[in-house]
């Protein structure tokens, strides 16, 4: 809540406007039944017309005065709400970019979108529509009570007299409301995952002819909610109604108790005509008060949960006075690096007690099979995830005490899995350069040229608009070979001093990656790269080759020294010979 | 319409094909629709009567000092607040309930034609997209109910009947007090008009930030890894400004209709009382009639000053229901007019000259043909995306050829009811399916002619008695699909389930993943049992499967290379033979090194 109060106070002077805005217009509403008394008065003591239009006018005066001011305390009061959603929303999403990959393997997707968009809004709703209600319904009071109880202060508690039940119908019928919603909520989200399960598993659903059952199994749950719903309606239909009879009980208390005191000579009709006009404005703000206890209270928790992701600290992130190096001569060296998955520190090390060295400008290959730890190892030279012990260095220095984003500049990762946002292939390439020089020339030079590199061109020369072609949600029209030859160009086309291939091109064929490591030949010489592939074809040129197993280097060396060795990579090679023979027939 | 959904929309409050439509859902439920319906002149009667009564209370009885007669209004007074109450607290309830229900049957019927639509479908569709038209579309109809159509019809009936009211008592203040009621239309359908953009504009624009988010949070590493991220957060910022200046726009719209609304109401309010001065003065009118008709400009004014929300709830129903009722179109997968059937089932296969792709022309199956004898076993072998898994999906016709023929008994695939033809074929994969059910639902999946005996007998044949008795019997339910359950039990209720539908052909996909000895023992047992006698079709895994089948074919790069049994084959040092050094090979370390590689 604390927070709240910082990202309101940015807008305070606004808000003071609005709300000076908000308690004038009141008042001006709260003039119109005490000026239409002075009229019915006047009109039952033939006061003259005169006396009739000049009140009438300012009525009218009234009203085109406090619809100017009305219009303006409520946008500004609702647009600051919308403001501060913005800025919040904003300042979640910053902190989302500086949390590390671990904790995006721990939180799922839809429950941070929840947080970002439900949540955020149920805080907004507390904002905007909240603080309108909770300045309007104390100042609707203040007036409606002041002029009720000068003109007959036994009639104001009559009438009045309803309000307190109402308003603990009102509460208990919030609470059974914000209940059931729940209720019903949940009752939804359940239905969802039904159907998402049949969905998924759609082809099995097929394949036993068991559509039947999944419809009647589906009926019954969709009649149980519909149970649920009802329940809910229940209490919802409650509201309507019971408002409306607040307003007419007040209303009747008016004319008997008001029609007897008029006969009785204390009253005037005028007094009538005010009192029903006060009672029926302030029917709204006591319904809202009980509305606005369920907003308070869902606006809380959301913030609650806001907090909770905000207090998430960025495990990774640069450390203090952490300065680039002016230059980069690009090599790599990993130093007795321990490292376990998870921080509760269960089972066997991912890799444990790694040590080697790419010098600068040299291709070193890692191989080993799935599971060795070939990927986390690569992933802790961009720090996408920090070792547990030794260290990884770049060029002599801890990667730990190097900018996060220069360091990221300097070495560029091409994942094994290929991601791609749904935009242009161009944007793709060109989505690790320099904001300010991706659109110009040498920017789309560059793109164009890293397509070739990648083997790309001819695959875009055949999409319908090239460069510019929309690749769909994750890159859904593309095949395998073109997402991961797409997320390569993206890497190269930053030309990073150090380039590492996490197994990038195994959807691609032999032939073509064969093609494509040629065409980049140039470009590596200049760069030292690390290559983790698992087609071992690829790697028999690299000037060291280390052998990863159960987290340890097993063996290294060239590739010649290494089969005569007859280990481990010995064993691979001779597989992927057979495997080759296979594919070749 | 071809199988897919759009996500465009028109921005339309009403539209009377969409509405005719659901009224196909509401018709069952007429009777409590009309009821609803009804009690809205009763409600309304007993509601506009309550400012007559204050205008005969003021004029007749207060004005005479007729105590005796102030108390019978006020008694009629409480009568009618009774009624309102009643019939309007009843009127809500039967909305309600014709919505729920309506509502209930449209979810089911789209869920229904869900499980009709052909597996092309899924496979380009993501299938969040499709839930979402089952729940939350429905729900926003849900809403239309609630707060949207009903009460705008509803509030169109209030209207007429205030003005019915107004006329009756005197229709000189009536003009007057509708002055202002022409500007309103005018002001009000500016206001739609705008509005109608506006709405659009932030679902349009919100539905933005969710997807940005969307990818955002999946690809975060990469946004990370490519030093991305103050771009990344100024394209955020500017989707959220976007979706905030929409918001701002429509806030103005709103707060300038609900105070324009409000100062008119008291605006109408003023010319009535100058007027009725003018009437009162010369004795036309009394002073009753003024308080009655402050009371009901007070009341008109009401639905104009919620017609905003309600319209942007109108507006998102008729999105909601263009999505369902899209859904609901989509061609359903096709099936024979008149089915064709076999007398008999043996369980021949035939595979005639088949061509396959699930897209365009990347042939997954190239020209394969084969002949399968009722009762003969038959293990298909092949590297990763040869094409065995196809195979078994065309035979249950979850896809139709592209060329070529299938034929089941000498009945193409396509002749056949694909349910009967479903239940013939029963179908084991890797990925076991269980429902929240009991153990004997799981069992015979709602086959009606599956008894308790056969259940048993089918339980018992495959060695799973023991652990369903642990389970707690065939009335234990299965908790979350059965996450309970360890790989090989699982297997082993597929087999159960299999052997109690009787099929004459069986489709296997073992599993790969291993299981203790003692359970791989139960499994080998029950997987001989489960054979015997019917024809089969398996994606062998295990090196006991193949060397029992009756025939082996080696699928290669979507075409039948090699056929014959294990020793022929093996001897031929063909494919086969290379696959067997391969894959199957007893060959301790090189297998173990092959899984990973595979991986």
């Known amino acids: 809540m604390q927070r709240l109060v910082r990202y309101l106070g940015r807008y305070r002077a606004r808000l003071a406007w609005g709300i000076g805005c908000l308690v004038a217009a009141t008042s001006l509403t709260m003039a119109v039944p005490w000026l239409n008394k002075q009229v019915v008065d006047a009109i039952a003591h033939d006061a003259g017309m005169r006396r009739v239009a000049g009140l009438v006018a300012v009525i009218i005066g009234v009203a085109v005065v406090q619809a100017v001011v009305r219009t303006f305390s409520r946008f500004v009061i609702f647009n600051v709400g919308r403001d501060v959603e913005f800025d919040l929303r904003n300042d979640l999403f910053a902190h989302l970019e500086r949390l590390p990959l671990a904790f995006y393997q721990e939180r799922q997707t839809g429950d941070l979108m929840s947080r970002l968009v439900n949540d955020v809004n149920a805080v907004r709703m507390l904002l905007g529509p909240g603080i309108l209600n909770f300045i309007n319904t104390p100042v609707y009071y203040a007036y409606g009570l002041a002029i009720m109880l000068s003109i007959d202060w036994r009639l104001t508690l009559a009438t009045l007299a309803v309000y307190p039940l109402t308003l603990g119908i009102v509460k208990r019928t919030s609470r059974l409301l914000m209940e059931r919603t729940l209720r019903v909520q949940e009752g939804l989200a359940e239905l969802s995952a039904r159907a998402q399960e049949n969905l998924a598993g759609i082809h099995v659903v097929k394949a036993y002819a068991c559509e039947g059952r999944e419809v009647e199994d589906f009926r019954e749950r969709n009649r149980r909610f519909q149970v649920t719903n009802m329940r809910l309606a229940e209490v919802r239909s409650l509201i309507g109604p019971v408002m409306n009879v607040v307003g007419g009980v007040s209303t009747l208390v008016v004319l008997w108790m008001g029609g007897t005191r008029v006969m009785a000579g204390t009253l005037s009709v005028g007094d009538i005509v005010a009192f029903i006009g006060y009672l029926y404005l302030l029917a709204w703000p006591t319904m809202a008060l009980g509305w606005m206890l369920s907003v308070l209270q869902r606006g809380r928790a959301a913030m609650r949960r806001l907090d909770e992701l905000f207090a998430v600290e960025p495990a990774i992130a640069d450390a203090p006075g952490a300065t680039a190096p002016a230059e980069v001569r690009g090599e790599i060296a990993f130093r007795d690096v321990t490292f376990r998955h998870g921080s509760r520190g269960a089972g066997a090390p991912t890799l444990d007690g790694v040590s080697f060295t790419v010098p600068a400008g040299a291709t070193v290959a890692v191989v080993g099979r799935t599971g060795a730890g070939k990927t986390t190892l690569v992933q802790l030279a961009v720090r996408l995830f920090d070792v547990d012990g030794g260290a990884v260095l770049l060029d002599g220095r801890d990667v730990r005490t190097l900018p996060l984003g220069w360091l990221r500049r300097q070495v560029g990762l091409v994942p094994q899995d290929p991601f791609l946002f749904s935009r242009t292939i161009r944007e793709n390439v060109a989505f690790a350069l320099d904001g300010a020089a991706a659109a110009d020339e040498a920017a789309a030079e560059r793109v164009a040229w890293a397509v070739e590199a990648a083997g790309l061109a001819r695959d875009v020369a055949d999409m319908p608009d090239g460069l510019d072609t929309l690749v769909g949600e994750r890159g859904v029209t593309l095949s395998g070979g073109q997402k991961q030859r797409t997320t390569l160009a993206r890497v190269i086309a930053a030309a990073p001093r150090v380039l590492i291939l996490d197994d990038a091109l195994s959807s691609v064929d032999t032939e073509t990656e064969r093609r494509i490591l040629e065409r980049l030949h140039g470009f590596l010489r200049e760069r030292t790269t690390i290559v983790v592939a698992h087609r071992l074809t690829t790697v028999q040129d690299a000037d060291l080759i280390v052998v990863l197993d159960e987290g340890r280097v097993v063996e290294s060396g060239d590739h010649a020294a290494l089969l005569a060795r007859g280990g481990l990579y010995a064993d691979l090679f001779q597989r992927q010979v057979l495997e080759g023979e296979l594919e070749a027939v | ?599």
Not at chain 2, 3 to 27: C, H, I, M, S
Not at chain 2, 144 to 167: E, N, P, Q, S
Request: contains cysteine; aromatic residues 8%; charged residues 20%.
């Open chain 2, 1 to 599: 319409m071809t199988a897919t959904l759009d996500e465009q929309e028109l921005g339309k409050a009403y539209d009377t094909a969409l509405v005719r439509r659901l009224w196909t859902f509401v018709r069952p439920y007429r009777r409590i629709f009309w009821t609803a319906l009804l009690l809205s002149p009763v409600n309304q009667f007993c509601t506009l009567v309550q400012p007559v009564l204050v205008k005969i209370g003021l004029d007749r009885y207060v004005a005479m000092h007729d105590a005796a007669g102030l108390r019978l209004v006020a008694l009629v007074f409480a009568a009618a607040i009774v009624g309102e109450f009643a019939s309007y607290y009843w009127q809500q309830y039967f909305t309600m309930l014709v919505a729920q229900r309506s509502l209930a049957d449209l979810r089911v019927a789209t869920f229904a034609h869900l499980q009709r639509l052909p597996m092309r479908f899924y496979d380009r569709t993501p299938v969040g997209r499709v839930v979402s038209r089952v729940t939350s579309d429905v729900d926003v109809l849900n809403e239309m109910f609630a707060a949207g159509a009903m009460t705008i019809l509803l509030d169109g009936l209030k209207l007429a009947g205030i003005v019915a009211f107004m006329v009756a008592i005197d229709w000189r203040l009536a003009l007057v007090s509708l002055a202002l009621l022409p500007a309103m239309v005018v002001a009000v359908d500016y206001f739609r008009r705008m509005a109608r953009r506006t709405y659009r504009q932030i679902r349009e624009r919100i539905a933005h930030i969710n997807g940005y988010l969307q990818e955002a949070i999946t690809g975060m590493a990469v946004v990370q890894l490519s030093a991305r991220e103050a771009r990344a957060y100024t394209e955020f910022r500017t989707l959220n400004g976007a979706y905030r200046d929409a918001n701002h726009l429509s806030n103005k719209l709103e707060a300038a209709l609900f105070s324009i609304v409000e100062a008119a109401s008291t605006v109408s309010v003023a010319l009535l009382l100058l007027r009725g001065a003018g009437l009162h003065a010369r004795g036309a009118i009394e002073l009753g009639t003024i308080v009655a008709f402050i009371q009901y400009i007070q009341q008109f004014f009401v639905p104009i000053r919620d017609f905003s929300a309600k319209y942007a709830v109108m507006q998102s129903a008729m999105t909601a229901a263009e999505r369902i009722f899209g859904l609901l179109d989509l061609e359903p997968e096709p099936a024979p007019a008149e089915p064709r059937e076999p007398a008999v089932v043996h369980g021949a296969i035939e595979f005639d000259h088949v061509w396959f792709a699930y897209r365009g022309e990347d042939w997954v199956l190239r020209d394969v043909s084969f002949m399968i004898a009722p009762g003969e076993h038959v293990a298909l072998v092949g590297a990763t995306g040869s094409g065995k898994t196809t195979i078994i999906k065309l035979l249950s016709r979850l896809y139709d050829v592209q060329r070529g023929a299938i034929r089941v008994d000498g009945v193409d695939v396509r002749d056949w009811d694909p349910q009967q033809l479903r239940r013939r074929i029963a179908v084991v994969l890797q990925d076991v399916f269980l429902f929240q059910g009991t153990v004997e639902q799981n069992l015979t999946l709602g086959d009606p002619a599956i008894d308790r005996a056969r259940v048993e007998r089918a339980v018992r044949q495959v060695n799973a008695g023991r652990f369903v008795a642990a389970l707690g019997g065939y009335d234990a339910p299965l908790r979350e699909r059965g996450s309970n359950l360890s790989t090989g039990q699982r297997q082993l209720l597929a087999f159960a389930r299999a052997l109690a539908h009787a099929p004459s052909v069986l489709v296997l996909d073992e599993a790969t993943s291993s299981v203790d000895p003692e359970t791989e023992a139960l499994i080998q047992d029950a997987l001989a049992k489960l054979l015997e006698g019917r024809t089969a079709v398996v994606i062998a895994h295990r090196l006991s499967t193949i060397e029992h089948a009756d025939r082996i074919f080696v699928m290669h790069k979507g075409e039948l290379r090699e056929r014959g049994t294990h020793a022929e084959l093996l001897a031929r040092g063909g494919l086969y033979a290379r696959l067997y050094a391969l894959q199957y090979a007893p060959a301790q370390p090189v297998v173990e090194v092959g899984r990973g590689l595979a991986g």
